[in-house]
């Protein structure tokens, strides 16, 4: 079993919104590994980085996503820092994964820099959400089958945008 689309990209980036959207038109089921993650620790991921530090919830995303990977048939959508894990890349491979990009100004307006996301909370969010994107996207782009820029549109248009790709996919 693998999903029918998995999403990645950064926090703002809109990966569940669009992914409830894309697993309604799709006829598929939704998840999060995010949720997936809370979930199985029984606490809010901004509580298991204080709590147990970003190494422990690292790895507690990689064995979720390992599991979503092979018992999950409909739509994926992995957190963020995802794609900071190797094994997670690998196991990315052949899979039909989407690409939501979203620019440091856009990104930063959709989350408002909050609290809420752990990595955002330092001193200078916005700098932080800055270095994020520039370490990631090379990781992001290596993963993706393709891409969808989400700065200027609607969450129904970039769904309409993955389903091409997930249509263009299987024909080549």
Known sequence: MSPRAVLVGPPGAGKTVVGRLLADRLGADF?????????????????????????AFREREEEAIAVA?????????????????????????????????????????????????PLLAGVNPRATFKALLQARLPLYRQVATWEVDTDEIEPPAVVDRIVAGLQAARTS
Not at 32 to 54: C, M, Q, Y
Not at 82 to 107: C, H, I
């Open 31 to 55: 998840r999060d590994t995010d949720a997936d993650v809370e979930r199985l620790a029984g606490k809010p991921i901004p509580e298991i980085f204080t709590n147990d530090g970003e190494p």
């Open 69 to 117: 990977l092979a018992e999950h048939s409909g739509v994926l959508s992995l957190g963020g820092g995802a794609v900071l894990s190797e094994r997670t890349r690998e196991r990315l491979v052949d899979q039909p994964v989407a690409f939501l990009s979203v620019g440091l100004a856009e990104g930063a307006r959709r989350t408002g820099l909050s609290t809420a996301r």
